[in-house]
């Protein structure tokens, strides 16, 4: 059933869940400090507590539409909210490590469950002109989360430490759970589609309209957290820069879903990433100017609203947008785990002119990515 009216608080109340979601990571990677102090005992391994989240995704990213759906896609939203609310403040309790890496594998299930059900759930209460602007605004949601969890931060440590952190966070996602369910579509209505983790595997990227907007997503995820990292050490940006950055980027991602509504989403794909090269040739010659650099952060984020829009543009049956956000989430945890060290270790042997030409070179292959399914979609 196409829909007339695109349902705008429940929009905007998904997109708060997901905000929950990512913050599972940030509530972490913005306390490492902290999280070190806490489990001194763990050594190298504290940081590895952040990844198990991102690992989940790796391993799971494509079985978890199957799975969803399986179980109903508002079902799979509550119910994880709930679970993350409650191993959330189970970790405030700040158990041995060992025991917090359980918690936190489990988090990532409940990470998993949410961002492949809200998006999902967005997409089926849009209306069809609308969509391409639903899906920029949830493609903002880890960008965002990101911005407001480290503006509150400081506040929480202040107040009670790491434990005062997770029970804000926990007691936020159980509200979310509570307020989101009598939002959510009335017919919570289950498919019984098989769920073989080989057969979800072989469907997904054997499928060109399942794995089209992953195929493009991967290349812009193995660039944006690594460049996070890398761009401000080798132009020695000021404070404000990297403030800016990011939210920089909030706002490419929006002009990006409102471009989606007169540009076909493999084709705003392809201008993001043309943008992107040409962006990067111009933090190379103009540096250490600091406006390219915005540029280049600003245009980079039209990729993701286009990915995400990809999914519903490509894929009309709930159980394919399902399976094809599941794809996203797993090929986006290969590439924002794979970028960091990528990038680093390219800093560090070639300098700025490396990591400028390997920008163009992942760009240059998403190119040819989407290039390639896109014939492939009758």
Not at 30 to 51: C, D, M, N, Q
Request: glycine share 10%; proline share 6%; hydrophobic share 60%.
């Amino acid at each position: 059933m196409v829909r007339a009216k695109t349902n705008w608080p429940l929009v905007f109340a998904l997109l708060v869940a997901g905000l929950f979601a990512a913050a599972q990571f940030g509530k972490l990677t913005l306390t490492l400090p902290v999280l070190r102090e806490t489990y001194a005992e763990g050594g190298a391994f504290v940081p590895v507590l952040i990844s198990i989240v991102g690992m989940v995704g790796i391993l799971l990213g494509a079985v978890a539409g199957a799975v969803v759906t399986r179980i109903g896609v508002a079902r799979s939203l509550t119910g994880a909210l709930v679970a993350g609310g409650v191993l959330s403040l189970i970790e405030a309790t700040l158990p041995n490590i060992t025991v917090f890496a359980g918690l936190r594998a489990l988090e990532g299930l409940s990470h998993l469950a949410i961002v492949v059900a809200a998006p999902t759930l967005m997409a089926s209460i849009s209306a069809e002109k609308d969509r391409p602007v639903v899906m920029g605004i949830w493609a903002t949601f880890f960008g965002t989360s990101m911005a407001i969890t480290a503006l509150l931060l400081p506040s929480l440590i202040g107040i009670g430490g790491l434990p005062a952190v997770f029970v804000a966070h926990g007691v936020g996602m159980l509200i979310m759970a509570v307020l989101l369910y009598p939002l959510l579509p009335v017919h919570r209505i289950a498919q019984r589609v098989p769920v073989s983790y080989l057969a979800e595997h072989r469907i997904l990227y054997s499928t060109p309209r399942l794995i089209i907007a992953g195929s493009g997503f991967v290349w812009y995820t193995i660039q944006y957290i690594a460049l996070l990292a890398v761009l401000p050490i080798a132009l020695n940006l000021p404070l404000w820069a990297i403030t800016a950055i990011p939210l920089l980027s909030i706002v490419g991602t929006l002009w990006g879903g409102f471009l989606g509504k007169r540009i076909r989403p493999d084709q705003l794909v392809m201008i993001g990433f043309a943008l992107t090269i040409a962006a990067s040739g111009l933090v190379y010659v103009a540096s250490p100017a600091i406006w390219p650099l915005m540029i280049l952060f600003f245009v980079m984020a039209i990729i993701p609203a286009a990915s995400f829009a990809a999914i519903p543009y490509f894929n009309a049956a709930p159980t394919d947008r399902a399976r094809a956000t599941g794809g996203i989430a797993q090929l986006g945890n290969v590439g924002t785990t794979l970028g960091t060290p990528i990038f680093v270790l390219i800093f560090d042997q070639a300098g700025l002119a490396g990591v400028c030409l390997i920008i163009g070179l992942f760009c240059g292959v998403g190119m040819i990515c989407t290039t390639v399914l896109r014939s492939k979609i009758k």
